[in-house]
């Protein structure tokens, strides 16, 4: 593991502001940066493509221009782009951050993302790992859409010994599990005796904001009415124009997929509102789930920012 206290003096850990949408992480990730000269890493999933900005509540130029962002608007709609593709891209921003002396700071909701940082990924001695990351991010992104159920099922019938040692509210060891069979027809639990993990490269530390579950669903459908107001639907016609592949990632992405079909005439504007509002919520409560599952993380339990910002410092010291 790459010591960063050799780098930045006074800091031992890489701070990871995780946790649900709409939770305020990315304000506090924005503040600390701010306080402490960092420069922020996004762990987001969909604030990776291009053009995809309100619905993904995507750091505004003025964000950008106070802090600098990494991650973001650097792939095409439509392209794929997997797990492996994050974590190479991811490593290489955090050491050329560190090389200025300054701190990154890692914000996001994808647990995919975050897993693999602290985990590693997995290297399997003949299994095409390629083809692997292909079906994590289709059968997460069914997850997303229609929860774990019919995809643990699954696993239950394809590889029963894996089905048996993993919880279903393991959502991410069910999908690595489901994604591993149907990709390469051998079982996760063969695949365990095959493969090494990596681990982490650096020493990280999770945060997450502690919100009221009704709290968090309040602000989730404020921030929907707020994306409205601000343009998402005239964002969502722009990408329906490009004519994209309506089969891939960033087209399944929560609040443009419901919206395509209003603008595709198939629903009308007040349902397909409606609709990202209940799937944003259903989305956040997996999140949560995602997040219970990793150890360590730092619960911030304080309203004021500025007393969340010097709990992290405390924590990363």
Known sequence: ???ISKYVSGYNYIPIICGPTASGKSSLALSLCEEIGAELISADSMQIYKYMNIGTAKATSDEQARVKHHLIDIVEPGEYFSVSDYISLCEKEIITI??????????GGTGQYISALLYG???EIDLDTAKIDQYVDRISSEYEANGIEGIFHRLEIADPEAASKIHPNNTRRVIRALSVYEATGTTFSEKNRKSRTSGAKFPFKLFQIDLDRDQLYNRINKRVDIMVEEGLID???????????PKSTCMQAIGYKELIKYVAGESI???????????????AKRQLTWFRYINGIVSLC???MTLQVKSILTEIK
């Open 302 to 304: 304080q309203e004021d």
């Open 235 to 245: 964002e969502v016609k722009d990408l329906y124009a490009r004519k994209i592949d």
């Open 269 to 283: 504007l007040e349902e397909a509102i409606n609709e990202i509002k209940l799937n944003t919520r259903h989305y």
């Open 121 to 123: 990924l997995d290297y």
């Open 98 to 107: 560190l090389e200025k002396g300054k701190l990154p700071v890692i914000c």
């Open 1 to 3: 593991m790459i010591e």
